[in-house]
């Protein structure tokens, strides 16, 4: 069944020669892993930068109860980096974040508030300009909420 959702990247890993599996935060489903096919060829419609950690996507997805693997139909970037990519200060506090997430992160169920807690704080650290070298102690201790230890 082809549903629409909102998703963020939080990992991938390769498969074979030019595909690869990707596990995304869905808005609607909680954590979901897809396969995406021939995403590392020279000829491919979606390119591996959308799959880049806390890549914010618009989805269109094949989507079953009881699988764990889906594919994705369509997919185009929700909202574009401004400035995250290219400070290696914040890039380097986004790659620990979506560490923290890949492990902590276990629910295969929606939960709408967590997705627009991560979205906003992703693009808070996006806009931010100044005052943001303590944003991931911050952003653990709002997480620890969500995750039921606060």
């Known amino acids: ?25 869905t808005e609607e489903f909680g954590i979901q892993t897809f396969i995406e096919n021939g995403v590392r060829s020279a000829k491919s419609k979606n390119k591996i930068a959308l799959f880049q950690p806390l890549t914010l996507l618009d989805l269109v997805v094949y989507h079953k109860e009881g699988k764990d693997l889906h594919r994705i ?5 929700l909202i574009p980096f401004q400035t995250l990519p290219f400070n290696i200060y914040k890039s380097s506090i986004a790659l620990f974040i979506t560490e923290i997430l890949g492990k902590c992160m276990k629910e295969e169920t929606g939960n709408i508030s967590l997705f627009r807690f991560l979205l906003n704080s992703i693009l808070w650290l996006d806009a931010a300009e100044d005052d943001f070298e303590n944003f ?8 620890a909420s969500f995750l039921g230890f606060s």
Do not use: A, D, P
Not at 73 to 77: A, F, I, N, P
Not at 136 to 143: E, G, N, R, S, W
């Open 136 to 143: 991931h102690l911050q952003f653990l201790i709002k997480l």
């Open 1 to 25: 069944m082809l549903r629409k959702t909102k998703g963020i990247v939080i990992n991938y890993i390769r498969y074979r020669e030019t595909s690869i599996i990707v596990k995304i935060f």
């Open 73 to 77: 139909s369509e997919l185009k970037c």
